[in-house]
């Protein structure tokens, strides 16, 4: 049969409401989880990285949270701006592998002015 | 510093050839990753080195794909012979490694977008 290619769940919300992407993770041994941007034609951006031990960590304008009961992560980005519109992702991996990354799904986020 | 550096941006091939992609990686920076992505698999790691060895090539879809590193500050993706299910942007990133208490930012390339036609 004809193979079809994958929608990316998207989020579209109004310039300066905050933004909330969601992503679960599989691998309850990671040390870190991390959240790139991927905007159109260009590779992924590191935004900001969270350690396995931590809960919470702040970044400008975003906040990435982690629960490790249900395996959750979530990017918060306050005040959204046009220029966030993106693909997000999040990622997984361990501290003795240089950042080999095991990617998620992704998020097309969407800016409305 | 510029950045990791890829090469060519855009191929075109026809099924059969062979392709090399090049990637340049950032200076001083100890690992180099080749990814993948497609709108069916999004991105997969294929293969990545430590100080130009490879380390972990267990993402390599089959014995079509091969990459080296001959120095720190080279690395090809070769794949030979090329089929239209090879067609994606394929992204090289590199990263300082955890040894130094930096170990999750990979910074990655530009990509290149294969077309095997």
């Known amino acids: 049969g004809e193979s079809v290619g994958l929608h990316l769940p998207t989020l579209s919300v109004q310039e300066g409401d905050n933004s909330i992407i969601n992503c679960a993770y599989s691998?309850?041994?990671?040390?870190?989880f991390i959240w790139y941007k991927q905007e159109s034609g260009k590779g992924p951006q590191f935004i900001i990285d969270i350690r396995s031990n931590m809960d919470k960590r702040q970044g400008q304008r975003v906040t990435v949270l982690l629960n490790k009961t249900v395996k959750h992560l979530s990017l918060q980005i306050a005040a959204t701006q046009p220029g966030d519109s993106a693909v997000y992702f999040c990622?997984?991996?361990?501290?003795?592998?240089?950042?080999?990354?095991?990617f998620g799904q992704g998020t097309e986020l969407s800016v409305k002015p | 510093d510029a950045g990791v550096i890829q090469s060519p941006r855009h191929e075109v091939t026809e099924m059969g050839q062979e392709v090399t992609l090049r990637c340049k990686p950032i200076s001083g920076h100890d690992y180099l990753f080749w990814y993948r992505q497609t709108m069916m698999r999004g991105l997969e790691l294929l293969i990545y080195f430590n100080n130009n060895v490879p380390i972990d090539d267990s993402g390599m879809p089959e014995d079509r794909f091969s990459a080296k590193m001959p120095n720190a500050s080279f690395s090809t993706l070769k794949i030979q012979p090329s089929e239209p299910r090879d067609s994606a942007v394929y992204f090289c990133?590199?990263?300082?490694?955890?040894?130094?208490?930096?170990?999750?930012?990979?910074?990655f390339g530009q990509g290149t977008r294969l077309t095997v036609v």
């Open positions: 990622a997984e991996t361990y501290y003795n592998q240089g950042g080999k990354l095991i």
């Open positions: 990133a590199s990263s300082e490694g955890g040894s130094r208490g930096r170990g999750t930012e990979a910074f």
């Open positions: 691998n309850s041994a990671s040390d870190y």
